[in-house]
Structures are given as C-alpha cells and as structure tokens.
C-alpha cells in the first residue's frame, strides 16, 4: 500500500516536470498570452512540489513506522519461539526423567531375582528310649523346618550377588531361627572357572542333594547325621569341563564352623569333589574334607584333624532316580579329645514315576558312628513314601519314617546298649517359586 502511494508521488512529479519543459518553447512563439500561461504555470509547479514534498514526507513516515511494526513483528515471533522452545524443554525433562526411571527400574527388574523354598510337615511322631521310655518329642505337630528366601542380582555377564536367609522352626524343641545361609559375590569367568566369595554351597550335600531330589522328606546322610556342612564361610570354586559337561569340580576353602557361625579360626579348612557323568543321567563323584572343623583357635589348640571321605553313584532321568552315597570319617567328632575314633556309613535311594504327577521313593542308611570307642554306636534309618505334584513349585508327600539309634551307656548300671527309636507318618511338603 505505501509502495503504490510512493509511486503515484513520483509520477506525480515526472509529468510536472514535463510539463514545464514543454511550456519553455511555447513562451518563444506567442508573447502576451503565452507569458500568462507560462506563470500560471509555475506557479502550480511551485504547488506541485509543495505537495510532493509533503507526500514524501508522509511516506517516509510510512515507511519508517512500517519498518518499526516490521522489526516489532519479528521481535515477537522470536519471543514467541523461544518461549514455545522453553514450553517444549519443560514438557520433556518430566519425560526424560520418567524415562530413565522405568529403564533403571526395567533393568533391575530384569537383573534380580527372588526365590523361596519352604520345607514343612504335619506328622505324629511316637518316640521311644529303651531306658526311659516316651521321650517329649512325641506327639501330633506342624513343624516348617525350613524356609529359604533368596535374592540374586546379576551386575553383567560377569559379576553377580546373591543372599539367602533361612527360617527354621521345630515345634518338637521351640527352635526359631532367621539366619543368613548364603551371602557371596560370584565372578563367572566361564563355565568351567566360578569363584564365589562369602558363605555359598560346600562342594558335597548340595551336589547330593540335587541327585536324592527328596530333600524336604528328609536331609542326605552327611547332612542329617552332621558329617558335613550344607554352606560355609570362605572361598569358593566350582565348574564345568569338558564336552557335554563330562566333568564337574568343586573346592571350597572355609571357616569350618559352618554358615551359622562365621566365626575366625586359626586355620582353614578344605572341601573339595569331581564328578564324571560318562553319559546322560549317570554321575560318579569322589569327594574329600579335611581340617579343624572351626574349633582350632589361638588359644586353644587340636588334637586332631577331622577327615572325610565321599563316594556317589546315581542314575536320575524322568521315570526313575536310583542311587547310593558312602562316606568314612577319622575324628569327625575328636578334634579337641585326645582319642582318636572313626565313623562310616552309607545310603540307598530311589523313586519311580508312577504317573505325571505321582511318584513312589524309598530310602535306607546305615552307620557306624564310633568304630573305635564305641562299637555299639550306629544309626539305621529308613523311609517310603507316595509323593504327588499338586502343581508347578508345591508338592506334598505321605511319608512313613523310621529311626534307631544306638549307643553303649555306663548308667544305669550295669553298662548296657541303649536305643532310641522313632517312628514318625505325616505329609511332607515343599513349596518352591
């Protein structure tokens, strides 16, 4: 619109000036008359020019307060982005920052892991000593004798932590606990080199355990007649070689008191066994156990070095599991007595699947438990039972259980054999996820 006014302006102008220059010749060929005109003439030129002047004065004015609007436009349109820019910032950082929290809360969703296991039974146990008769563990009771809670968080492929705490009840003594089981820091290398540092898996009742599959009906024999400890405090290797995982070792160097006391020896003590599965479902193992059991201190010192022995055969597949575990043991229970002893002793296993989700076992051991200074001293225990899958991770069991226990005794005189024998029927549980 100002560009069209300016341009009438100077048109304007041009055809004055025009104007005037033809007006100069016509002044030469008429006199009076053409005199007249030609002032006439200027004088509207003089106006003209006033006029024009005017006008340019008004479209510079025009343009000046155009270019300001134009200025104050573009000054605004940045404001405007900068505030939709600032606006658009704002928006996203709640985002962002939510997004980092569901990927950091994603990842440790992913890397951790929470496990449970829980053992329990509801049974009457009718219990007997030669000398005494009925002893207090009689009766009808639920015991959950254990109770395993585990977390295990992955850092990467490497580097892993893992803590177990476990719950142990006995209705027949009044014995609560909560302790920590396992608590290590593992570093898998490959599969044949795992270190584990902290309280983890021994090298044998676990391994056994695995291979027995009924370790809710009852413990294996090392464990249930404490030969051995499950987990203890230390360093700890184990892995697979070979092709098809032919070969499996484990070493454990501990504390030798066992996960429920952590407490400093003077020495160690060393756990250690290989395994050979010549072919699918078939396990050899040789195991052995050396030390102080914990017991050496500083202050007091041992007289003897407790030893063990380990050998197991297995054949486990989906229908059946069969199997056998011996042991034999020099001052197990004599590191701080001058007398030295030994002990052996050995159990048989096995179960078949009747159906998917019934399965018949049966189980027998027997041992020597003071060859030396007591030659009456043995254990026999036994036991059958029908177990059934109610689902994935529960399973309960009808159980019968046998045990006699025998021992030489001074008193009442005269020094004679006195047995314990307990029977015990109940249902047996497990509750694994």
């Known amino acids: 619109m100002h560009s069209k006014t300016l341009a009438l302006a100077i048109a304007a102008g041009l055809g004055l000036t025009s104007f005037a220059a033809s007006a100069a010749p016509a002044q ?6 053409a005199v007249a005109k030609a002032t006439v003439s200027a004088d509207e030129v003089a106006q003209l020019k006033t006029q024009l002047a005017v006008l340019q004065e008004k479209v510079d004015a025009l343009q000046a307060q155009s270019t300001a609007q134009n200025e104050a436009q573009s000054q605004t349109a940045q404001a405007v982005q900068q505030v939709q820019a600032k606006q658009e910032t704002i928006a996203a950082a709640p985002s962002d920052a939510l997004s980092k929290r569901v990927d ?27 000398d005494t008769g009925k002893t207090a563990a009689n009766g009808v009771g639920l015991d ?11 850092f990467n492929d490497v580097w892993s932590a893992n803590l177990t705490t476990d719950f142990n009840y006995v209705s027949s003594d009044g014995e609560t606990n909560l302790f920590v089981k396992k608590a290590y820091v593992q570093g898998k290398f490959d599969k044949a080199a795992i270190f584990r540092v902290g309280s983890a898996d021994m090298p044998w009742i676990p391994f056994v355990e695995n291979l027995y599959g009924f370790r809710y009906v009852e413990n294996t024999l090392t464990d249930r ?15 697979d070689v070979g092709a098809n995982n032919m070969f499996n070792y ?38 052995g156990y050396s030390g102080h059991r914990g017991q050496e201190t500083q202050t007091a010192g041992a007289d003897h070095t407790a030893q063990r022995g380990d050998f197991l055969i297995a054949y486990v597949n989906k229908q059946f599991r069969v199997g ?19 002990a052996d002793g050995w159990s048989v296993w096995g179960s078949v699947a009747l159906t998917d989700d019934l399965a018949l076992f049966a189980r027998y051991d027997e041992a020597k438990l003071s060859k030396d200074l007591d030659h009456n001293a043995k254990d026999t225990y036994y036991n059958v039972g029908l177990q059934y899958q109610v689902t994935k991770g529960f399973k309960l069991a009808g159980v019968w259980k046998h045990e006699k226990g025998d021992k030489s005794v001074l008193t ?8 314990v024998k307990t029977n015990e029927i109940g249902v047996f549980g497990e509750v694994a996820f």
């Open 28 to 33: 030469k060929t008429t006199h009076h008359k």
């Open 104 to 130: 950091a809360l994603d990842k440790l969703v992913n890397d951790t892991k929470v496990s449970g296991k829980m053992f329990f039974d509801f049974s009457n146990i009718d219990q007997k000593n030669s």
């Open 144 to 154: 959950v004798k254990r109770f395993y809670l585990g977390i295990d968080h992955k």
């Open 225 to 239: 007649l404490k030969y051995g400890n499950s987990a203890d405090w230390g360093l700890h290797a184990l892995g």
């Open 250 to 287: 484990a070493v454990s160097v501990v504390n030798g008191a066992g996960y429920k006391n952590p407490n400093r020896s003077k020495g160690v003590d060393v756990e250690a066994r290989v395994g050979f599965v010549p072919f699918d479902g078939l396990t050899v193992a040789l195991g």
């Open 324 to 342: 056998g575990e011996y042991f034999t043991a020099k001052n197990w229970n004599n590191v701080l007595t001058p007398q030295a002893d030994k």
């Open 412 to 419: 009442p005189l005269p020094p004679h054999v006195q047995n």
